[in-house]
């Protein structure tokens, strides 16, 4: 079976891909190796880069995320990033299922980011701003109103331009959407009860300063030790909680940096989602004034996210 990047929409519904997400890590038998890094010499051409990234259930199924990053694509007018996830049973190792990999990852980021908004933010969340007018702003803006009853979206991106695009898309599905000037972030980021960044930034793009009793901060974009999307400020006001202790204290810059600076400790974590999932701990309901409490999730992306939603589009397609 393969299924193209249409194909693997189609079969991850947001409702289905987030309890997928909370299932697969709330089961202590699922293996998730970190994920090999490789230098791929192109002659005449910047190097490039192979990440594999593989998960497995015992006896179930088993598979990896294969992503391929050549910069040379980009003097031939091509995208420098492709992927793909092969799924193969757990028994035999027989291949099931080729997936286009870039709208698999797409969907599975954005489910996770609703599924911790369900733990995270407040029931009555009704206001969003959206911070990325980019290929993950498009799917992180309805997964979140998947879980919440998100009336009014607000869309800010460096580029106008995008933003206007995005929020055309938007109001075309019946959505109350509207553009957030470049100068009027802070206010924007004031009045809203969740606040969803998916940017490449390298500096905070919003202060935690900014935030309003009770909001919840979605922090998607910084996957390096050097990209940061919100301030030290944030990181010291807000509960934090991460998909993964492991990955987030080593890859984003907006844990390692304030860390670094001795802001903060790692200890400031407060849950991953193994323990969200496995009701370890109840989220923003355990906190003190959960009412006024702001949040912060921080994800970086997991190998168990990927078998997730690629065992769900099988057993959609199939």
């Known amino acids: 079976m393969q299924l193209n990047a249409e194909q693997v929409r189609d079969a991850l519904p947001w409702n289905l891909m987030i309890e997928s997400l909370r299932d697969v890590f709330s089961r202590d038998d699922v293996c998730s190796p970190v994920r090999h890094h490789h230098s791929v010499e192109v002659p005449g051409e910047p190097e490039a880069t192979l990440l594999l990234m593989p998960a497995w259930i015992p006896g179930e199924y088993l598979g990896v995320k294969q992503v391929n990053v050549f910069p040379g694509n980009s003097a031939r007018n091509m995208p420098g990033l492709s992927s793909h996830y092969l799924l193969s049973c757990g028994k035999t190792g027989n291949s099931l299922a080729l997936l286009e990999g870039n709208e698999l990852t797409a969907r599975r980021t954005a489910a996770a980011s609703a599924l911790a908004s369900r733990y995270l933010s407040r029931e009555d969340s009704r206001e969003l701003l959206m911070v990325g007018a980019g290929r993950m702003g498009r799917r992180l803006i309805p997964a979140h109103m998947s879980v919440r009853p998100v009336s009014r979206v607000s869309v800010w991106d460096r580029n106008d331009a995008a ?9 075309d599905a019946d959505i109350d959407a509207r553009v957030c000037p470049v ?25 935690g300063d900014w935030l309003k009793a009770g909001a919840h901060l979605d922090l998607v974009g910084s996957f390096t030790p050097t990209m940061r999307e919100t301030d030290n400020a944030a990181m010291q006001r807000c509960a934090v909680f991460v998909d993964t202790r492991a990955g987030a204290l080593s890859e984003t810059g907006d844990l390692i940096i304030p860390i670094r600076e001795g802001v903060i400790t790692a200890d ?14 109840a989220g923003r309901a355990a906190l003190a004034g959960p009412e006024n409490a702001i949040t912060l999730f921080k994800s970086v992306g997991d190998s168990r996210e990927d078998l997730a939603a690629a065992i769900l589009a099988y057993r959609n397609q199939g």
């Open 163 to 171: 933003s206007e695009a995005l929020v055309a898309e938007l109001r």
């Open 183 to 207: 100068d009027q972030l802070q206010k924007a980021a004031g009045s809203a009860d969740i606040v969803s960044c998916a940017t490449l930034a390298t500096e905070p793009v919003i202060s």
């Open 268 to 281: 400031k974590v407060i849950a991953e989602f193994s323990e969200l999932c496995r009701g370890l701990h």
